[in-house]
């Protein structure tokens, strides 16, 4: 038995899972040594997930990074020898028209993010998977590079800790658990375990199931929760006897029954001979918290694994009779099967990423199989480079607002999520039904009165339109469509394209409170932005401005955007509400390891906002105000920042458009939100949607939005939002956008595209809502750069002044021509586009109120 160390560079805490072996793996790869892995059971695991998982892997999901980490997980499990690519289906029902649309979407994501699925009719499945009875079905998707691990994720975990082991750079510890994390001045110090105390320098959290009761020890929550899924098994099933296969046939998910199947191939295979089926429950999720799960000793079985009855899935598991009857005649293998348990999270995505409450402390919890070694891969270059190639915002641990990781909105959200593993397929802009009316505006309840049809952000209720102005929709009947086919028009109120026309002719308010704000304050606060910014921030003649600015990686790519309040004694940061909690740890991350004197206090729910535009803008805004000449263009020259009074109430007014339109930015102390709310309202001016704001007219002026336009995978000229001048001052990322700024020519730019024809081959008119892929006509592959990067759209949506379908999309140099035909797909279905703008191009001008050819 190795003697146990005292210090290490890297403790990972789960050792024995896919996840932590895979962590181990490619910090190696990466330069790591001296690691110390400890798991509570055995190594590997005898105990988490990785020991029951059903081993399979899909590559297609509807986000860039889950499809990158599937794809990578998949080569990388076949080049240790450890996959069979058998490929997968999956079907749609008769009469399951929804299932078959949604098969059609993900042929969509496949291409925009790099899977080579595509749609086969049910003859072709039938033949691919005998099993099936064909007139069950419509029509299936096939994925040629699904497949198995072999024989267990389990048994490559094993040899993953092994060869780290052999290499010298890593000492395992079965049967070992995390007690105690020890930390000092906001630092992870090291662990304390039944065998003593390790002093570290970094230390890994991956012990899935149990992940929250660690983070617990740090002070922190994790948003996930461990939830029943029912494997069962039937047998014997001998077919593929003598063959040595651990699969013999392709994988087959049934996802509009909420269920999958496979074979287990040889009976002398790991799995013995069997059909193995597997269920998600739809209704009364069973969730448990890690601090209820059973210890090794209790379970009859397992920790992971608890009793399953036959009557709990005895409903669909009928349906799959239905299906494949073959599970009818083969005898139901009741010791064998179980509800093994997995983790559902509060917004589908992992917790990744460094702790907000330890530095040094690290968490890579919330991940299936299919993803176990991309993720790992993530974890390293992220800990080794500060930086992930593929842009991570979606799974970083970071993204959370506090409200967010209380145990309440946990239980609330995972329970949603669960639900929803297979079935229903979960429209892009679906929103949650837990965990709602937890943030709103002063004004609140006159968005009610006023009808508001409501989403939310960041827990901020947002009203995408108001039935109040319905009224309009008869005005501007002819300039806004109805949008006839259901997926399109879902979660969508059409009397937003309307109040969108109004605002145009001539003003609106927009509620704005959803804006995450953060103050900066202390001796070295400039300096700190000075750093972080690309724009100038310091300088007295940047005081009572508005400054638009982005933060760069040490790449150079886009790690965020927002506008800086640069005020006498502090600075203010106002921010998306998604990517603002972000944004804020890593302003806090930077000012320590820099050593920067500041104080950072997140004010949101201090202040709200609300923004007036429109070409009488300026003249609604006088008949409140308290000096109407302050307003006049002379004297509140754009981006300027001004103090003015309305209802008596003090306002920071700051001239800006996200909309195009001439007006402002009204900031204001929480509490005096409403009486502002009123004295506008009192004018006659009409309340618009945020719909607006955030999607149709801001694709028709051609701005962009964070976390989709905006990320770390291109840089500021690529987006066309890089100044004329390089500021002197040094900035985080400096060195490499000058490399970018001496280009000839940039890889890429982000281009406007418009659809040239909207009507489907039903004669539809369609209005996108999805990521969708961009082809060459002429070849019908996928745009691609010089740099690898696929092109798709960042962000789409129908512009009702313009009267076309707009995306933004980064496409490569040799593509970036305006009148370039080009393609997408939206449901599998090919729809013509055109290149209408390189880089910033409005296609509304509103100084000439008309659209730009």
């Known amino acids: 038995m190795s003697k146990f160390p005292q210090h290490a560079r890297v403790v990972i805490v789960g050792l024995g899972g896919i996840v932590g072996a895979s962590v181990a793996h490619h910090l190696i790869e990466r330069g790591w040594d001296d690691i110390v892995g400890i798991d509570t059971s055995g190594i590997p695991t005898d105990v988490g997930s990785t020991a029951h998982a059903s ?65 086969i009719t049910a003859a072709e499945a039938k033949e691919k998977f005998p099993l099936l009875e064909e007139d069950q079905i419509q029509g299936a998707m096939w994925d040629p590079d699904a497949g198995l691990v072999v024989p267990r994720s389990q048994t490559v975990a094993g040899k993953l800790v092994d060869m780290g082991v052999k290499a010298g750079k890593l000492q395992a510890f079965a049967n070992c658990p995390a007690l105690e994390l020890l930390s000092e001045n906001g630092r992870i110090t090291g ?51 003598g063959t040595g296969l651990e699969i013999g046939r392709p994988l087959l998910r049934d996802q509009g029954n909420s269920a999958y199947m496979r074979d287990t191939g040889d009976p002398k295979s790991t799995e013995g001979g069997q059909m193995e089926w597997g269920y998600y429950y739809e209704k009364d999720v069973r969730m448990v918290h890690p601090r209820d799960l059973l210890t090794k000793e209790q379970a009859r079985l397992s920790p992971s694994q608890r009793d399953l009855e036959l009557d709990d899935v ?11 009857p073959i599970l009818a005649d083969l005898g139901f293998n009741e010791s064998h099967s179980f509800n093994g348990l997995l983790q559902t999270t509060t917004d589908g995505g992992p917790s990744m990423g460094e702790s907000r409450k330890l530095r040094g402390l690290w968490y890579a919890v919330a991940i299936w199989v299919k993803d176990g070694p991309g993720m790992g891969k993530l974890i390293a270059d992220w800990m080794t480079d500060g930086r992930t190639h593929i842009d991570h915002h979606g799974i970083d641990y970071a993204r ?50 006023l009808g508001g049809y409501f989403m939310e952000l960041g827990g901020w209720e947002r009203a995408h339109g108001y039935a109040a102005n319905e009224h309009l929709l008869e005005k501007y009947a002819d300039q806004v469509p109805v949008r006839e086919n259901e997926w399109d028009n879902r979660h969508f109120w059409r009397v937003s394209n309307a109040e969108q026309l109004e605002m145009s002719a001539d003003c609106g308010l927009i509620n704005l409170s ?88 997140d004010v949101t729910e201090d202040y709200t906002t609300i923004g007036i535009w429109g070409p009488n803008a300026r003249e609604t805004l006088k008949k409140v105000v308290a000096d109407p000449d302050a307003l006049n263009i002379e004297a509140f020259p754009f981006a300027a920042i001004r103090d003015i009074q309305i209802a008596g ?30 004295a506008l309202r009192e004018t006659g001016v009409i309340a618009v949607g945020v719909e607006t704001y955030a999607n149709s007219r801001r694709l028709e002026k051609s701005l962009r939005l964070q976390n989709a336009d905006l990320h770390t995978q291109y840089n500021l000229y690529e987006a066309d939002l890089a ?21 000839d020519h940039q890889p890429a730019m982000l281009c406007t595209l418009v659809m040239t024809d909207n009507t489907d081959a039903n004669g539809v008119a369609r209005y996108p809502v999805n990521t969708m892929p961009v082809i060459d006509p002429d070849t019908g592959s996928v745009l691609i750069d010089a740099l690898g990067r696929r092109s798709f759209t960042t962000s789409q949506a129908y512009g009702p002044t ?24 939206y449901f599998d279905e090919p729809f013509p586009v055109e290149v209408a703008g390189v880089g910033y191009h409005p296609l509304y001008d509103p100084e000439n109120a008309k659209p730009k050819s």
């Open 400 to 449: 959370f607002q506090d409200f967010q990781l209380s145990e309440d909105f946990i239980w609330g959200r995972c329970e949603e999520t669960a639900a929803k593993i297979y079935n229903p397929p979960v429209h892009p802009r679906e929103p949650f039904g837990n965990g709602r009316g937890i943030r709103r505006s002063p004004f609140h309840e006159r968005e009610k009165e």
């Open 191 to 241: 662990v304390r375990t039944p065998r003593g105390t390790i002093m570290a320098d970094h230390v890994v959290v991956c012990a899935g199931l149990w992940g929250r009761l660690i983070a617990e020890m740090a002070g922190e929550d994790l948003p996930v929760m461990p939830v029943d899924h029912p494997l069962t098994f039937f047998g014997p099933y001998e077919e593929f006897a």
């Open 514 to 601: 959803h804006f995450h704000m953060t103050d900066i304050s202390g001796p070295d606060h400039v300096a700190l932005l000075e750093w972080l910014c690309a724009a100038r921030i310091g300088g007295d003649g940047n005081i009572g401005k508005g400054i638009y600015t982005h933060m760069l990686d040490t790449e150079g790519n886009v790690r965020a955007d927002f506008t800086v309040f640069r005020m006498a004694d502090r600075c203010r940061l106002v921010n998306g509400a998604d990517a603002g909690p972000r944004d804020l740890m890593h302003m806090r991350r930077v000012a320590q390891d820099k050593g920067f004197d500041v104080t950072i206090t």
């Open 55 to 119: 081993d399979f892997c899909y590559v297609t999901s509807h986000d860039q990074l889950s499809t990158w980490t599937s794809l990578y997980s998949a080569d990388f499990y076949e080049k240790l020898g450890h996959y069979s690519r058998i490929g997968g289906l999956e079907v749609a029902r008769v009469g399951d028209d929804a299932r078959m649309q949604e098969l059609r979407r993900r042929c969509d994501s496949g291409r925009a993010f790099g899977s080579r699925v595509r749609m």
């Open 802 to 825: 313009v009267g076309k379908n707009i995306m933004l999309a980064y496409l490569p140099h040799e593509y970036c021509q305006i009148g370039r035909k080009l393609q997408v797909t």
């Open 649 to 678: 109430r003090k306002v920071t007014a700051f001239r800006i458009s996200y909309v195009g339109e001439q007006g402002w930015e009204l900031h204001m102390p929480y509490d005096d939100g409403l009486a502002v709310w009123d």
């Open 723 to 743: 100044r004329p001048k390089v500021k002197e001052a040094d900035f985080c990322g400096k060195a490499r956008h000058l490399e970018y700024r001496a280009r």
């Open 314 to 324: 005895i409903e669909p598991l009928e349906r799959a009779i239905e299906l494949t």
